[in-house]
């Protein structure tokens, strides 16, 4: 039998080269030593790997000599026996061998697979060196997290708008477009938070009125929008260029968002701007000749003295009028108290204020202020004063005795008070009715000694009625009272007390941030003599620890909106009812106030 | 603009002699981007917005148009490497005005978002931007630095001679490995069949490869052939010095491979994340007009 072995080689060009041998011998043997019959220069090749061997049969044997396995047909295998007339394709090592039959020979086609090292195969040299071999292509990872992005924070929160475009409400859960939200909303938003739509309801358009009035139904305009309009006055070349960009791009001028921003952090909605008040009313009566508002600016130097209301004549309604505190004006409120008589140290009444359980906290220095003027539950604003809380502690309306029990005149009634002393009287007899010997002994707080003018003790009810009601008498301490016309008559009445509900109707003033200065600090009550001065502070005492916008040492910046609001309804509107003697206690209490709330 | 204009007679015909892109006509770019930057501080600072300085104000506004139109303008670089024209903009310049301009875009987007920031689309896009501007700060520092190192380390080799040098070692290990025993060729097969520009990113990177089968083959083959046991001794001792060859080849190789790596690797995070940055810019651009 005949070998026949064709080495196959190739040219750089692909082309193919077969040298052929015959070897007229039974067996082959191959190896990478250069003793074999078939020399592979092959290093993952044996010296002498194996036997290729013909049978007398017709058959082939092909056998590992030092039991390193070749790869025969696919498997490895360190033995092979290849039946009559059949071929194999066999691998020793990067070698191929195809055995193949021609007639009674054998043919064998030798070829290398693989290059002699890995370096000899073609490579790129740029490719290879540069990261992109491993590092692959950006392009893949540049379009996932294009696509990503997009996906997750444009097309999402989009199909989430239209979802709930126009809906009422969301559920209390995560909704894309929260991923556009610029900053959280301010605290009084705050539950808004997840509620886009109630705030942004038309794609590309600003946020408009609607939806802000759609909540705030009592909130109304600051002034006529015609008058609005007049006041503002022509904008600078800037902020008009700034107002026709604002128009290009669908925002609306003098919109509720131009003042009040949001997204701006979880915190009370940030004052407005100076600005927006200023544009307008600085210079403000040369722009609207019929304003009876004064030009105003910033509040340390272009702002006026205040102008508090001042019941100028109590009364049903009382007359009350805006009055400069420059013009120093008098207050005629019903009411005769003297504020220094009551706060004084030494005095009667500091050392009746003494004697008394409520006043103890008083010690020697008298009454202060708070033993009458309460603070409301929020500190902000104090609660009425009233007569019998307040007052009557000193001013007792006892006027006589049964046993134990102190018969009391009913405050504010005056028809009760008539009837209650004719009463007394009635069936007794004029010289001893009971319990008279009570009010004799009456006196003025703080006075050891009893004294006629609080005495009602009187020969007739008539005379007491009278002396209750004229000067020294009870009421007549306190109060305005009108005589009858008629000397005979007993028809007195009493002037009522119109205390204003708010002392500064176009500004607020919170008693809270102001609780660690003292009382008269502020309002001069130790020296006031009168009922009918104003103890409200001027400008210059606010000024004292205020600054204007721009910021001072040691003083608080104040912008307008510090003290005053846009929105808010005028109080002067709604003037307080006067106090009536007939009124309810629960009448006076809605009637009446310290002026402290809104002061 | 006469700044713009000045030295535009002489910017193609200057000398062949080289310039860095960073001092690209006495650092012109440098100095736009630093004026332009120090322009927005100022602005920043004396301009009252209220109730606070934001990116919904009019020169938030303003600084995030500009800030928009720089980042596309930034982008376009990558198109404009690729097309190669003659033109008033070398590509030096671009790359010079990219760096600086880019650079500058910390100050304008800073200005522009005013320092607040929050988990959402807007401040993304910051991020990703700054990612990018950082990954360009180190390619900067790269292409200043590592040019001379990958130079140095390949002498006067170029790419294609290193491979062929070491295509010839191989060729010459192979032959010399004929006569060796199966242990020996097996060993030194390994080596002949390493790819020494398989190892990962990191490999690359940090250059190193604790299981290289050269190595191997050097230090088993060198022990082979000091040892008198084997026969055939010439045979190994002459493989036992191409491996030597081969090693210090391969070292010269990786050095090269490193260095590339380092030179490139900025640019797996800048481009991507320049598109992500493009993506999160039109989001963040549709979201404010959308939501306005």
């Known amino acids: 039998m005949i070998f026949t072995v064709h080495h196959v080689s190739f040219t750089n060009d692909g082309r193919e080269i077969i040298r052929s041998k015959d070897y007229d011998q039974s067996t082959l043997s191959v190896g990478r030593g250069p003793g074999c019959d078939i020399a592979l220069p092959d290093v993952s090749v044996p010296l002498d790997h194996a036997r290729i061997t013909a049978n007398a049969d017709g058959t082939l044997s092909v056998d590992a000599v030092a039991g390193a396995p070749f790869m025969a047909n696919g498997r490895s295998v360190t033995s092979l026996k290849i039946g009559r007339g059949d071929g194999a394709v066999i691998n ?182 100076q600005r927006f008040c200023t544009d307008c009313h600085v210079g403000l009566s040369t722009r609207v000749k019929t304003t009876k508002i004064l030009d105003v600016g910033d509040f340390a130097k272009d702002h006026p003295e205040f102008r508090p209301s001042i019941v100028t004549s109590p009364g049903e309604p009382p007359t009350i009028q805006r009055i400069s505190l420059a013009s120093k004006p008098k207050e005629n409120s019903g009411l005769k108290f003297p504020h220094a008589l009551h706060l004084s140290s030494t005095n009667g009444v500091a050392r009746m204020a003494m004697t008394l359980p409520a006043y103890k906290g008083a010690g020697s220095a008298g009454l202060k202020c708070s033993d009458c003027h309460t603070a409301s539950a929020d500190k902000s604003t104090f609660v009425p004063v009233e007569m019998e809380k307040n007052c009557g502690a000193c001013h007792s309306l006892g006027f006589g005795k049964v046993g134990n029990t102190v018969l009391t005149l009913r405050h504010g009634d005056v028809p009760q008070t008539i009837a209650q002393i004719s009463a007394l009287y009635r069936g007794i007899g004029p010289q001893n009715p009971a319990g008279t010997g009570f009010l004799q002994g009456r006196h003025v707080p703080g006075s050891s000694r009893p004294t006629p003018r609080f005495d009602v003790g009187s020969s007739s009810p008539d005379a007491a009625i009278r002396r209750v009601f004229s000067m020294g008498g009870a009421c007549y301490e306190c109060h305005q009272v009108v005589a009858p016309a008629n000397p005979a008559s007993l028809n007195f009445t009493i002037k009522p007390i119109s205390v204003p509900k708010h002392y500064m109707p176009k500004a607020w003033f919170d008693h809270k941030a102001h609780d660690t200065s003292k009382c008269e600090s502020c309002h001069t009550a130790p020296k006031s003599k009168s009922a009918t001065d104003v103890l409200m502070p001027g400008i210059k005492s606010c000024q004292t620890c205020h600054a204007g916008a721009t910021p001072e040492h040691d003083k608080v910046p104040s912008t307008c909106s510090m003290c005053h609001g846009y929105h808010f309804e005028d109080p002067l509107k709604a003037k307080p009812a006067a106090i009536a003697p007939k009124t309810t206690a629960a009448q006076k209490r809605q009637g009446t106030t310290t002026g402290k709330g809104r002061a | 603009m006469a700044f713009l204009a000045r030295n535009k007679a002489k910017k193609r015909s200057g000398p062949s002699s080289h310039v860095s892109f960073l001092k690209y006509e006495d650092y012109r770019w440098l100095k736009i981007a630093s004026a332009f930057s120090a322009l927005a501080i100022l602005i920043y600072a004396l301009v009252d917005v209220e109730p606070r300085p934001s990116g919904n104000s009019w020169y938030g506004y303003t600084l995030g148009t500009i800030g928009a139109i720089l980042i596309l303008w930034l982008a376009l670089l990558g198109w404009r490497k690729r097309n190669i024209k003659p033109g008033q903009w070398t590509l030096k310049s671009w790359v010079s005005a990219h760096v600086w301009l880019g650079l500058s875009l910390i100050v304008v987007a800073t200005l522009h978002c005013a320092f607040q920031f929050g988990w959402n689309v807007h401040t993304l896009a910051y991020v990703l931007m700054m990612i990018v501007i950082l990954s360009g700060v180190y390619g900067i520092c790269a292409y200043t630095i590592l040019p001379k190192q990958l130079s140095a380390n390949r002498g006067d080799m170029t790419q294609v001679e290193m491979l062929d040098n070491l295509r010839s070692i191989d060729r010459q290990l192979h032959d010399a490995t004929q006569p060796l025993s199966t242990e020996l060729a097996n060993i030194i097969g390994a080596s002949l069949n390493d790819d020494p520009f398989a190892g990962s990113i990191l490999a690359r990177l940090k250059n190193q490869y604790p299981s290289c089968p050269s190595q191997f083959a050097f230090e088993t083959v060198g022990a082979a052939s000091r040892s008198k046991a084997n026969g055939n001794t010439d045979d190994i001792v002459r493989a036992a010095q191409l491996l030597s060859r081969k090693v210090s080849a391969l070292a010269n190789i990786r050095r090269h491979i490193q260095l590339k790596a380092q030179l490139e690797i900025w640019l797996y995070f800048h481009v991507p994340v320049t598109f992500a940055l493009i993506a999160a810019l039109i989001a963040h651009v549709v979201s404010v007009f959308f939501y306005w």
């Open chain 1, 92 to 273: 020793f090592g990067s070698h191929e061998f195809i055995i193949s039959r021609a007639s009674e020979d054998v043919v064998i086609r030798v070829e290398r697979k693989s290059a002699v090292a890995d370096s000899s195969e073609a490579k790129d040299s740029k490719f290879v060196f540069s990261l992109g071999k491993v590092g692959g292509k950006m392009r893949l990872p540049a379009w996932i997290l294009v696509v990503t992005i997009l996906a997750t924070l444009l097309v999402w929160p989009i199909w989430t708008w239209s979802n709930f475009h126009m809906a009422k409400s969301r559920a209390d859960t995560f909704h894309a477009d929260q991923t556009w939200s610029s900053g959280k909303l301010s605290l009084g938003h705050a539950a808004l938070a997840k509620d886009c739509q109630a705030c942004h309801v038309n794609a590309f358009e600003s946020v408009r009125d609607s939806s802000c009035v759609a909540c705030h139904t009592k909130v109304h305009d600051h002034a006529d929008p015609k008058s609005l309009a007049g006041a503002k006055g022509e904008p600078n070349p800037f902020r008009q260029v700034l107002n026709a960009t604002s128009r290009v791009f669908n925002r609306p001028e003098n919109s509720c968002v131009d003042c009040h921003m949001e997204h701006e952090g979880a915190v009370s909605a940030p004052a407005t701007p």
